[in-house]
T-cell receptor, first 116, second 115 residues
Framework: AQKVTQAQTEISVVEKEDVTLDCVYETRDTTYYLFWYKQPPSGELVFLIRRNSFDEQNEISGRYSWNFQKSTSSFNFTITASQVVDSAVYFCALSEAGTNAGKSTFGDGTTLTVKP | DVKVTQSSRYLVKRTGEKVFLECVQDMDHENMFWYRQDPGLGLRLIYFSYDVKMKEKGDIPEGYSVSREKKERFSLILESASTNQTSMYLC??????????????FGPGTRLTVT
């Protein structure tokens, strides 16, 4: 069975600080996909990034970066120079290839508060 | 851009009423999902569908049913609403291939209150 653990329930930082959101996953599949989603106070979940299990290359997009390490089954998300607009709930998710409809298992989410 | 719309942002219903939540996506996605989100419980999958007229139970299907008569539309039905079904309901769609791989696109959510 697949499982996603986001051990940090809540994180609070001051603007301009860097912050890392942790995600640890469990799966028996060799082919799988990892995702991060953002849910701002407005409520709508927004897809941020997908990583395939066979691609361990890290990714940077502006202030956002993702570190995927198969050896530790982790897919961590770092926000550099955080801003108030980054305040949201962030979800990590896992989908196994071949699963019906590619349904995802979501972590419980990390609530990030960025204070001015 | 993928667009997923839900029929209502806010809905108030009485106990025992039959409730329909509608979801429409405009990207020809095969897969559609219904979740409920409650404080402290994360996202819980109610039902999903991988094709027209195909449906499968998720983790918490009790008290719910679904209908998918057309590819773009996925309806969640509460046969007899109860107060413990007060929640935020989220619809999502996804597709393998087409330049994507199962990432889900969500609607804005429907906050349902059952009194």
């Amino acid at each position: 069975a697949q499982k996603v653990t986001q051990a940090q329930t809540e994180i609070s930082v001051v603007e301009k600080e860097d912050v890392t959101l942790d995600c640890v996953y469990e799966t028996r599949d060799t082919t799988y996909y990892l995702f991060w989603y953002k849910q701002p106070p407005s409520g709508e979940l927004v897809f941020l990034i997908r990583r395939n299990s066979f691609d361990e290359q890290n990714e940077i997009s502006g202030r956002y970066s993702w570190n995927f390490q198969k050896s530790t089954s982790s897919f961590n998300f770092t926000i550099t120079a955080s801003q108030v607009v980054d305040s949201a709930v962030y979800f990590c998710a896992l989908s196994e290839a071949g699963t019906n409809a590619g349904k995802s298992t979501f972590g419980d989410g990390t609530t990030l508060t960025v204070k001015p | 851009d993928v667009k997923v719309t839900q029929s209502s942002r806010y809905l108030v219903k009485r106990t025992g009423e039959k409730v329909f939540l509608e979801c429409v996506q405009d990207m020809d996605h095969e897969n559609m999902f219904w979740y409920r989100q409650d404080p402290g419980l994360g996202l819980r999958l109610i039902y999903f569908s991988y094709d027209v007229k195909m449906k499968e139970k998720g983790d918490i299907p009790e008290g719910y049913s679904v209908s998918r008569e057309k590819k773009e539309r996925f309806s969640l039905i509460l046969e007899s609403a109860s107060t413990n079904q007060t929640s935020m309901y989220l619809c999502a769609s996804s597709s393998p291939g087409q330049g994507t791989n199962y990432e889900q696109y969500f609607g804005p959510g429907t906050r349902l209150t059952v009194t």
